[in-house]
C-alpha cells in the first residue's frame, strides 16, 4: 500500500465535500459528555436523538441547520402514515435558519406544530401540500392579467 501525503487544499476540499454531506448537527450531553454529529436529514437527526437517548435515560440533545450553511432552507415533512386519516396528512414546509435550534418539534409556515417522531419527510413534489403553507411560501407570487380589450 502506498501512502499519499494530503495537501491542504485537498483537505480542505475533503472537509468541504463532508460538510456538505451534513448539513445538520446534533448536539447534546449523554451520559455525562457533550456530544456532537454531523447528519444529512432531519430523520437522521431523529435517529441519533433516540439512539442518544437509549443509551442514557437523562440525555439531552437539539439539532440545528448548521451556522455556517450559506442560506435559509425549506424541508418537507408530513404527519406518518397511521398517526391520522389520510386527509390531515398535507405535506407542510418548514424553514430552517442557520444556527436555529430545535428541540422535539417543529412549526409549518401554516403554525401547524409537528412532533419529530410523528413526521415522515418528503422529497420536493410528493404528498398533497398545505395550501396555508404554500401561500405563506417566501415564493414568488405571479399575477395572471387579462388583456383589455
Same mark, same amino acid.
Given at each position: 500500500?502506498?501512502?499519499?501525503?494530503?495537501?491542504?487544499?485537498?483537505?480542505h476540499d475533503?472537509?468541504?465535500?463532508?460538510?456538505?454531506?451534513s448539513?445538520f448537527?446534533?448536539v447534546g450531553?449523554?451520559?455525562?459528555?457533550?456530544?456532537a !454529529?454531523?447528519?444529512?436529514? &432531519? !430523520?437522521?437527526?431523529?435517529?441519533?436523538?433516540?439512539?442518544?437517548?437509549? /443509551?442514557?435515560?437523562?440525555?439531552? !440533545?437539539?439539532?440545528?441547520?448548521?451556522?455556517?450553511?450559506?442560506?435559509?432552507?425549506?424541508?418537507?415533512?408530513?404527519?406518518a &402514515?397511521?398517526?391520522?386519516?389520510?386527509?390531515?396528512?398535507? !405535506?407542510?414546509?418548514f424553514?430552517?435558519? &442557520?444556527?436555529?435550534?430545535? /428541540?422535539? =418539534?417543529?412549526?409549518a409556515? /401554516?403554525?401547524?406544530?409537528?412532533?419529530?417522531?410523528e413526521? $415522515?419527510?418528503?422529497?420536493?413534489?410528493t404528498?398533497?401540500?398545505? $395550501?396555508?403553507?404554500?401561500?405563506?411560501?417566501?415564493?414568488?407570487?405571479y399575477?395572471?392579467?387579462?388583456? =383589455?380589450a
Amino acid at each position: 500500500m502506498v501512502d499519499r501525503e494530503v495537501t491542504p487544499l485537498q483537505h480542505h476540499d475533503l472537509a468541504k465535500r463532508r460538510a456538505l454531506s451534513s448539513p445538520f448537527m446534533v448536539v447534546g450531553r449523554i451520559n455525562g459528555r457533550h456530544e456532537a !454529529a454531523g447528519v444529512a436529514t &432531519p !430523520a437522521d437527526a431523529l435517529d441519533r436523538m433516540l439512539r442518544w437517548l437509549e /443509551c442514557d435515560d437523562d440525555a439531552s !440533545a437539539v439539532w440545528y441547520l448548521r451556522e455556517d450553511w450559506p442560506d435559509p432552507i425549506t424541508i418537507i415533512g408530513r404527519l406518518a &402514515p397511521g398517526s391520522c386519516g389520510e386527509t390531515r396528512r398535507a !405535506a407542510h414546509l418548514f424553514s430552517m435558519e &442557520p444556527g436555529a435550534v430545535h /428541540c422535539g =418539534s417543529l412549526e409549518a409556515r /401554516c403554525g401547524t406544530e409537528l412532533f419529530m417522531p410523528e413526521i $415522515e419527510w418528503l422529497n420536493v413534489g410528493t404528498g398533497m401540500p398545505c $395550501e396555508r403553507c404554500l401561500a405563506l411560501s417566501n415564493t414568488p407570487a405571479y399575477r395572471l392579467e387579462a388583456e =383589455s380589450a
